[in-house]
């Protein structure tokens, strides 16, 4: 688990994300289809450990073993570079995906307690910026069809599809039962252009992805164009991310001025960092 750390910090916030934000170059959203994972699992994955919440147990790979075996790709400087700066991600090149962050404990917990397993059932659900993979994965366990979507491919490839094989129980089913998955990498705009056109979500489950006002604007048209008719997005989050500016009051108002969606807070937390979850529907026309 892990809580946030940027290196935005004291009175050149501002200026220093502006300056972020004019040099970002989004990633190119590309379609991550398991192939090697499937058939070395058992050699890429040494080690595994448990992600436990209440009676929820989801198998996953070390992060450390992840991180090892991304050492080859571009991605461990800009790692190593965050780690130096003692922050959690590299706005546009990595954006934290290696960790399991402290809202998805509260979003399983949430889904546990008041969605039935039966919501999940044959649902189609979205895992967005999954890191881990754990919230897609609890869906999947549950019969759901599930897209996961993670900023950067290194993590889909080292860290999400070895998670949701070990999840597998049997070997030989791995091959069959990862068909009801897909993968994407890249920045949320492209990547809703590269989803089949028609294709739309009854459940969106994201935890920790508005930390950043600059994508708001991505995520809220993601929602608008990919929820059906009937479906919900959960959004788990820090009430506020200091030293960046983002947080739930003001991605609500972004809600609002849209139009388009509503949003009520379903859940807060007590005491410590204060945390919330939104649920997110489509306004009836
Ligand atoms: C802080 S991590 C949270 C990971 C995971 N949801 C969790 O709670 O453990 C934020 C995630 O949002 C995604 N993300 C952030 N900005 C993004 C962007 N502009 N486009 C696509 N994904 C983005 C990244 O994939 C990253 O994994």
């Given at each position: 688990?892990?809580?946030?750390?940027?290196?935005?910090?004291?009175?050149?916030?501002?200026?220093?994300?502006?300056?972020?934000?004019?040099?970002?170059?989004?990633?190119?959203?590309?379609?991550?289809?398991p192939?090697?994972?499937?058939?070395?699992?058992d050699?890429?994955?040494?080690?595994?450990?448990?992600?436990?919440?209440?009676?929820?147990?989801?198998?996953h790979?070390?992060?450390?073993?992840?991180m090892?075996?991304?050492?080859?790709?571009?991605l461990?400087?800009?790692?190593?570079?965050?780690?130096?700066?003692?922050?959690?991600?590299?706005?546009?090149?990595?954006?934290?995906?290696?960790?399991?962050?402290?809202?998805?404990?509260?979003?399983i917990?949430?889904?546990?307690?008041?969605?039935?397993?039966?919501?999940?059932?044959?649902?189609?659900?979205?895992?967005?910026?999954?890191?881990?993979?754990?919230?897609?994965?609890?869906a999947?366990?549950?019969?759901?069809k599930?897209?996961?979507?993670?900023?950067?491919?290194?993590?889909?490839?080292?860290?999400?599809?070895?998670?949701?094989?070990?999840?597998?129980?049997e070997?030989?089913?791995?091959?069959?039962?990862?068909?009801?998955c897909?993968?994407?990498?890249g920045?949320?705009?492209?990547?809703?252009?590269?989803?089949?056109?028609?294709?739309?979500?009854?459940?969106?489950?994201?935890?920790?992805?508005?930390?950043?006002?600059?994508?708001?604007?991505?995520?809220?048209?993601?929602?608008?164009?990919r929820?059906?008719?009937?479906?919900?997005?959960?959004?788990?989050?820090?009430?506020?991310?200091?030293g960046v500016?983002?947080?739930?009051?003001?991605?609500?108002q972004?809600?609002?001025?849209?139009?388009?969606?509503t949003?009520?807070?379903?859940w807060?937390?007590?005491?410590?960092?204060?945390?919330?979850?939104?649920?997110?529907?489509?306004?009836?026309?």
């Amino acid at each position: 688990m892990s809580t946030f750390r940027f290196n935005f910090s004291g009175a050149d916030d501002d200026n220093k994300l502006d300056e972020t934000k004019e040099t970002i170059e989004w990633l190119e959203s590309e379609e991550i289809v398991p192939d090697k994972q499937i058939k070395n699992l058992d050699s890429i994955v040494t080690r595994a450990k448990m992600f436990a919440c209440g009676d929820v147990e989801i198998g996953h790979v070390v992060v450390s073993e992840a991180m090892a075996s991304i050492e080859e790709s571009g991605l461990k400087n800009v790692i190593e570079l965050a780690e130096k700066e003692h922050s959690d991600l590299v706005a546009g090149k990595y954006e934290g995906g290696l960790k399991i962050w402290e809202c998805t404990y509260d979003l399983i917990q949430y889904l546990e307690e008041n969605l039935t397993g039966m919501k999940f059932e044959n649902s189609n659900v979205l895992d967005l910026g999954c890191g881990a993979g754990i919230l897609g994965i609890y869906a999947f366990l549950h019969n759901s069809k599930v897209t996961f979507q993670d900023y950067n491919k290194e993590v889909l490839e080292h860290l999400t599809i070895p998670n949701v094989l070990l999840n597998i129980e049997e070997e030989e089913d791995r091959e069959k039962e990862i068909q009801r998955c897909k993968f994407y990498s890249g920045d949320w705009d492209s990547f809703n252009q590269k989803l089949p056109q028609s294709e739309v979500f009854d459940i969106i489950l994201t935890s920790e992805t508005i930390y950043n006002e600059s994508n708001y604007e991505k995520l809220i048209k993601l929602f608008v164009d990919r929820l059906s008719k009937d479906g919900a997005a959960y959004v788990a989050a820090k009430t506020y991310y200091f030293g960046v500016g983002g947080g739930v009051r003001q991605f609500e108002q972004n809600i609002t001025k849209n139009g388009h969606l509503t949003s009520t807070v379903c859940w807060k937390s007590e005491g410590g960092i204060q945390r919330e979850i939104l649920k997110i529907t489509k306004l009836t026309e």
